[in-house]
């Protein structure tokens, strides 16, 4: 994402932050800045390391992103038991993940059809849609390539 482009999501979150009431303060401003500056999806732990050094508690920085959360703003991608992600979301855009189970790689993908289906699928059961997550775990080619390696070297000892 570009400078320019950057600055504009900013402006516009916390624009869209204010008008949910929330106080755009300086901690608030630095972890939004943090999101936006790195990697689609930020691993908690590194958004605390960088964040440290700009004198933002780790506290701070989960209740940011509690909120943001709260908002609408970011999403939480979970894999494995102690590890998630946060990444930033664009506005009336949806995509779901697919994760490797082996190296923690994360790939977003959209379906109108998993959109479509999950619309019949409230309408049948009567609910009021808000949103979903689907998050499909799995061997990325990558990991598979390298096990299926590591396998013609056993066979071959």
């Known amino acids: 994402m570009g400078r320019g482009k950057k600055e504009e999501k900013f402006a516009k979150v916390c624009s869209l932050l204010r ?3 929330v106080r755009i303060t300086n901690v608030r401003k630095a972890v939004v800045k943090e ?7 930020r691993h908690v732990e590194e958004l605390c390391r960088k964040l440290a050094s700009k004198g933002v508690s780790r506290a701070s920085v989960y209740r940011t992103l509690s909120l943001l959360e709260h908002v609408g703003f970011v999403s939480k991608v979970l894999y494995g038991e102690r590890h998630s992600h946060f990444e930033f979301l664009s506005i009336g855009e949806h995509h779901d993940h697919l994760i490797c189970i082996r ?9 109108s059809q998993i959109e479509r289906l999950q619309k019949e699928i409230a309408k049948k059961h009567s609910f009021e849609l808000k949103g979903h997550v689907l998050e499909i775990r799995g061997i990325c080619p990558q990991c598979k390539r390298l096990n299926k390696e590591q396998e013609k070297t056993v066979k071959d000892c």
């Open 19 to 21: 008008e949910h009431g």
């Open 35 to 41: 999101l936006l500056n790195g990697k689609q999806h």
């Open 103 to 111: 190296c923690g790689r994360i790939v977003e993908f959209k379906s």
